[in-house]
């Protein structure tokens, strides 16, 4: 059965915090990607791995970083936590061309 | 880079009615996806369409790829709680299309 897991549903977190979020799939997908979820704005494209230790922006990279050390395993780093980040954060991971994205549950970030 | 509008933003409707949400684009797509999200979950692939004037069911929902390839459709027929979520529209946003572009949404709610 497929899985994205994503190591916290819930966390809160205080302003200038560095921030670590994971995500380990168990499908052998090259690709995975990190999306921030807000209501009305639906998902958008943090950071996209194509490949170990590759990585490309996606539409709102600012504020982020990712870490891609081995294939299972996609890390989205907040170097110093700001309110504005207060999110839904969804991890997705698929194989190449255009096969379906598979998703983690969400980490629901507070950030005070 | 690419918008997908989603309409209507939110719904709410009494068990047993259909249900009709869309998505439009300013640019050619060459896919359409559909997602839902239940609460607290990732979302889940329902529907992909390839080819324009598609048209494709999963049960008691059918999709359709718009001719004019700007457009799709998601219908729900006989909606029952378990329809309740949030319903996404995507499309490739890059010319590699393994990155999504995702529209803004619809939140279905169901009145039993």
């Known amino acids: 059965d497929v899985k994205v897991t994503q190591s916290s549903r819930y966390l809160v977190k205080r302003t200038g915090e560095k921030v670590f979020l994971e995500c380990v799939q168990d499908m052998d997908h090259e690709n995975m990607f990190w999306y921030r979820q807000d209501p009305g704005l639906g998902l958008r494209l943090i950071y996209f791995?194509?490949?170990?230790?590759?990585?490309e922006k996606g539409d709102i990279p600012e504020g982020y970083s990712v870490s891609r050390e081995k294939k299972e395993r996609f890390s989205l780093i907040l170097e110093s936590a700001s309110t504005n980040q207060t999110s839904m954060y969804l991890c997705?991971?698929?194989?190449?061309?255009?096969?379906?994205?598979?998703f983690g549950p969400g980490t629901r970030l507070t950030v005070l | 880079g690419q918008q997908l509008n989603q309409s209507p933003q939110s719904m709410f409707i009494q068990e047993g009615e259909d249900v009709s949400m869309n998505c439009t684009s300013s640019?050619?797509?060459?896919?359409w996806l559909w997602y839902k999200q239940d609460p607290g979950e990732g979302p889940v692939l329902l529907i992909a369409?390839?080819?324009?004037?598609e048209l494709t069911s999963n049960g008691r929902l059918t999709a359709q790829f718009g001719i004019t390839r700007k457009d799709s459709f998601l219908n729900i027929s006989a909606s029952i709680p378990s329809d309740v979520g949030i319903y996404f529209c995507a499309g490739p946003s890059n010319n590699a299309g393994n990155m999504l572009t995702f529209g803004g949404g619809t939140r279905l709610m169901v009145k039993p």
């Open positions: 997705a991971s698929r194989t190449p061309g255009y096969g379906e994205q598979f």
């Open positions: 369409l390839y080819k324009a004037g």
């Open positions: 640019s050619i797509f060459n896919t």
């Open positions: 791995s194509y490949d170990v230790k590759m990585k």
